[in-house]
């Protein structure tokens, strides 16, 4: 549990932490969509540890900002998951994403293995590819991953693979004769993050950006489920009796409350934009610390199993909601 204690204790690494991040943050708002508050605090964090020796008296206070803050990130990002999203779409389109996302979920777990992805990066990939980016793998990996390298790995992967997939998939998209509820799904089915689909949806026309925005959140209506579900794969080994299936991370289970509250209390605008931004604040901080602790010799040695996984899935994600879409 964070206190103030525990803060005092640790300030050193906090406050350098906390001074990259929020430098991060608001940088990132006169730089590139593609280069955001999150990927920029990493960066920042992985040059600042690689090329500058910071004293052993501030590793503690790194180390707590990248494992408490990350955990604490999640719980202001989840007021903005709402499940009514979901009642947005028409039963064949729901289909389509839910079928999606399951079968990824699959995919990513056992291929993972298959391939022998180091630690846990090809999981936090494929993971935040089937969902929504970023976040979904700030809400997995506490529960998964004690690795940091693997973390960094895996939010480099996904925001590269979600620039490319910005520039390349309306080129493609536009030689096929789609509609506008098809183009919408093949965008907000496939891209990684909200705002690499609002990007490249509103980037074709202001019909095909909401048809993909509103398929894009039903996805990211799913990842509480979906965080059920991936554990229950990763840990299923462990599990004795239905009790165990239910021993999830404080985190997870007020996460999961805090979606289900937020579905059916209204809450007023200006409260969620509030919730969102120090979300997204925290979680930037804490991507600083991450890249603090990661190395440059490991991440080349990881990385390069990673972006091809992270390559491999997209792909994957692509051609199965084109079929699903054709199929349903």
Request: net charge positive.
């Amino acid at each position: 549990m964070i206190t103030s204690e525990k803060i005092f204790k640790e300030y050193k690494g906090v406050l350098l932490a906390t001074i990259i991040g929020l430098i991060a943050y608001f940088s990132s708002n006169f730089l590139p969509s593609s280069l955001n508050s999150i990927l920029l605090a990493l960066i920042i964090g992985m040059l600042m540890g690689n090329f500058i020796k910071i004293p052993d008296s501030f590793q503690s206070g790194i180390g707590f900002t990248s494992s408490k803050l990350l955990e604490f990130s999640i719980l202001f990002l989840a007021f903005s998951i709402n499940y009514t999203h979901i009642a947005n779409l028409g039963g064949k389109s729901f289909s389509v994403i839910a079928i999606m996302v399951i079968v990824m979920l699959l995919i990513t777990y056992y291929l993972a293995i298959k391939v022998k992805c180091p630690g846990s990066t090809g999981w936090l990939v494929g993971f935040g590819t089937a969902i929504c980016g970023s976040s979904a793998i700030a809400a997995l990996s506490p529960s998964i991953s004690k690795n940091k390298d693997d973390i960094a790995i895996s939010m480099a992967v996904v925001n590269l693979f979600g620039s490319v997939g910005m520039i390349a998939l309306p080129i493609i998209l536009q030689n096929f004769n789609l509609n506008t509820t098809q183009m919408g799904l093949m965008i907000g089915g496939t891209l990684h993050s909200v705002g690499n689909v609002a990007g490249t949806g509103y980037s074709i026309s202001n019909e095909v950006g909401e048809a993909a925005i509103t398929f894009k959140l039903a996805r990211v209506a799913l990842l509480s489920p979906a965080l059920i579900f991936f554990n229950y794969l990763v840990n299923k080994n462990k599990v004795k009796n239905v009790k165990d299936f239910f021993n999830l991370p404080w985190y997870l289970w007020s996460f999961i409350g805090v979606t289900i509250l937020s579905s059916f209390i209204d809450f007023p605008s200006f409260f969620l934009e509030i919730m969102e931004t120090l979300g997204k604040i925290i979680l930037t901080i804490a991507m600083a610390a991450i890249g603090l602790k990661v190395s440059f010799k490991k991440l080349y040695f990881s990385g390069k199993s990673g972006i091809i996984f992270g390559l491999v899935i997209f792909i994957v994600q692509i051609l199965l909601v084109a079929g699903l879409m054709l199929i349903i």
